[in-house]
């Protein structure tokens, strides 16, 4: 996992929360900057693909790991 400013723990939350919580918290994040997110549910990685296509964010990685969804997102 690379290097992120900012941690989001989005566990046990279900759409559309996990995006909700990420928007706000990128709103407070400059220019640049990545968030982490850490989710469980398992709709999150199309949300999270779609969500960085229609905000002009980019989704640096995307993977699963132990039952857990992890997305650095860069703050465009």
Same mark, same amino acid.
């Given at each position: 996992?690379? @290097?992120?400013?900012?941690? #989001?723990? !989005?566990?046990? #939350? @279900?759409?559309? &929360?996990?995006? &909700?919580? !990420?928007?706000?918290? #990128? +709103? +407070?994040? =400059?220019?640049?900057?990545? $968030?982490?997110?850490?989710?469980?549910?398992?709709? +999150?990685?199309?949300?999270?693909? !779609?969500? !960085? /296509?229609?905000? =002009? @964010?980019? &989704? $640096?990685? +995307?993977?699963?790991? =132990?039952? /857990?969804?992890?997305? $650095?997102?860069?703050?465009?």
């Amino acid at each position: 996992m690379a @290097n992120f400013d900012q941690e #989001l723990d !989005a566990t046990g #939350l @279900n759409c559309p &929360l996990p995006i &909700l919580r !990420a928007k706000k918290t #990128l +709103s +407070s994040m =400059g220019s640049g900057q990545v $968030l982490h997110v850490i989710a469980t549910d398992p709709g +999150s990685v199309k949300d999270f693909d !779609a969500f !960085a /296509k229609q905000t =002009g @964010n980019t &989704l $640096l990685e +995307s993977k699963e790991e =132990g039952g /857990k969804f992890h997305f $650095l997102i860069k703050k465009s």
